[in-house]
């Protein structure tokens, strides 16, 4: 059973940089594209991008010139930054697998999502 | 970038009553429609793929049916534990989120 979790700083100061990695146990990193959803608190969710196990990210055109994902295969892992956040960037934070289903990739593994406040 | 569009926003129903969520994209997304449900403080659980294949393990009361821009999400008869909120999401194009449809105890 593939099991994802998050880790990183709960608490990220205006204008810095937003960091966490979502460690894969239970089957291999490669051969997936692994994705970043947020969650605003009481809000619905955003996607915020994706990357194959071997590059190629995508992300959404809204974050597109903040966010980084990378994906490290010798650890099993992969990454999110996110630059020069503000409060509107506090949200659970969710990494999530996108499986493949006979042509179609929905995100059929996600992390337990954790909580990023932006506050001084 | 395809604009998601889910009704209504929130209803109220009872055990055993029949559900309908509706979603409507922005533009034709052909049969590129998932969904989604989400407990309260827990992460989203995968559902429906492909507008109307259920993931395994999910009970034959959900179903989802559409093509192009409309798409439904329906529960045959509502059980307690399907009291959640619900999210379409396409796949067409990258991927976006309906906003969610929260289904309550009436």
């Known amino acids: 059973q593939v099991q994802l979790q998050e880790s990183g700083p709960g608490l990220v100061k205006p204008s810095e940089t937003l960091s966490l990695t979502c460690t894969v146990s239970?089957?291999?990193?490669?051969?997936?594209?692994w994705g970043w959803i947020r969650q605003p608190p009481g809000k619905g969710l955003e996607w915020i991008g994706y990357s194959y196990y071997s590059g190629s990210p995508n992300y959404n055109p809204s974050l597109e010139s903040r966010v980084t994902i990378s994906v490290d295969t010798s650890k099993n892992q992969f990454s999110l930054k996110l630059s020069s956040v503000t409060a509107a960037d506090t949200a659970v934070y969710y990494c999530?697998?996108?499986?493949?289903?006979?042509?179609?990739?929905?995100?059929?593994?996600w992390g337990q999502g954790t909580l990023v406040t932006v506050s001084s | 970038d395809i604009q998601m569009t889910q009704s209504p926003s929130s209803l109220s129903a009872s055990v055993g009553d029949r559900v309908t969520i509706t979603c409507r994209a922005s533009q034709n997304i052909s049969n590129y429609l998932n969904w989604y449900q989400q407990k309260s403080g827990k992460a989203p659980q995968f559902l429906i793929y492909g507008t109307s294949s259920l993931q395994s393990g999910v009970p034959s009361r959900f179903s989802g049916s559409g093509s192009g821009t409309d798409f439904t999400l329906t529960i045959s008869s509502l059980q307690p534990e399907d009291f959640a909120t619900y999210y379409c999401?396409?796949?067409?194009?990258?991927?976006?989120f309906g906003q969610g449809t929260r289904v309550e105890i009436k």
């Open positions: 999401q396409q796949s067409y194009s990258t991927y976006t």
């Open positions: 999530a697998r996108c499986g493949y289903y006979s042509g179609w990739f929905p995100f059929d593994y």
């Open positions: 239970g089957g291999s990193i490669n051969n997936h594209y």
